[in-house]
T-cell receptor, first 111, second 113 residues
Framework: SQQGEEDPQALSIQEGENATMNCSYK?????LQWYRQNSGRGLVHLILIRSNEREKHSGRLRVTLDTSKKSSSLLITASRAADTASYFC???????????FGGGTRLMVKP | EADIYQTPRYLVIGTGKKITLECSQT?????MYWYQQDPGMELHLIHYSYGVNSTEKGDLSSESTVSRIRTEHFPLTLESARPSHTSQYLC????????????FGSGTRLTVV
């Protein structure tokens, strides 16, 4: 069953604008991760945030985690055409066996 | 640049054929995974392994099997391909422990006709 659900399913913005994607999950987690997938390719790990962290930054990426609301957001600032991809959140449950992925947000950045 | 390799990249095969999708990683990771993904959809875990001689089934019921005879190699076999197996298959690996991201291969896009 799907643990994470991304919102929106699709997002179209102009180059230079910020993009925000949200992820909600159902059960307690150990950590939450965000991945990017270019069309037809494998996923690339972007950032991991632990359950005891509230915010994390990596370059133009900012991730927040609210465990009370079971939600996370990914912000991409000053977007570029090259950021066009699908973005997935994935959660590690407390048993830590494997990651469970959501359905993804398809981001299109127009030049 | 990924250090995990999947072959073939694309495969078109007839119904009833036996196929093996190859996955190899050079990072020495203990954990390896196979996910199935329909275009634009979520990933479903079909098999995973903690190390040599360890294999487990994932959440998605699958008619495939895996083996882990060497740390670096985690092939997926379909004994009798069906059109319902048409999908993209993604292999991934990670270090033991939960605070590690996964490294994915580029995937095998399988079409069964």
């Amino acid at each position: 069953s799907q643990q994470g659900e991304e919102d929106p399913q699709a997002l179209s913005i102009q180059e230079g604008e910020n993009a925000t994607m949200n992820c909600s999950y159902k059960t307690s987690i150990n950590n939450l991760q965000w991945y990017r997938q270019n069309s037809g390719r494998g996923l690339v790990h972007l950032i991991l945030i632990r359950s005891n962290e509230r915010e994390k930054h990596s370059g133009r990426l900012r991730v927040t985690l609210d465990t009370s609301k079971k939600s996370s957001s990914l912000l991409i600032t000053a977007s570029r055409a090259a950021d066009t991809a699908s973005y997935f959140c994935a959660t590690h449950n407390n048993a830590g066996n494997m990651l469970t992925f959501g359905g993804g947000t398809r981001l299109m950045v127009k030049p | 640049e990924a250090d995990i390799y999947q072959t073939p990249r694309y495969l078109v095969i007839g119904t009833g054929k036996k196929i093996t999708l190859e996955c190899s990683q050079t990072m020495g990771h203990d954990k390896m995974y196979w996910y199935q993904q329909d275009p634009g959809m979520e990933l479903h875990l079909i098999h995973y392994s903690y190390g040599v001689n360890s294999t487990e089934k994932g959440d998605l019921s699958s008619e495939s099997t895996v083996s882990r005879i060497r740390t670096e190699h985690f092939p997926l076999t379909l004994e009798s391909a069906r059109p319902s197996h048409t999908s993209q298959y993604l292999c991934a690996s990670s270090e033991l422990g939960v605070y590690y991201g996964y490294t994915f291969g580029s995937g095998t896009r399988l079409t069964v006709v």
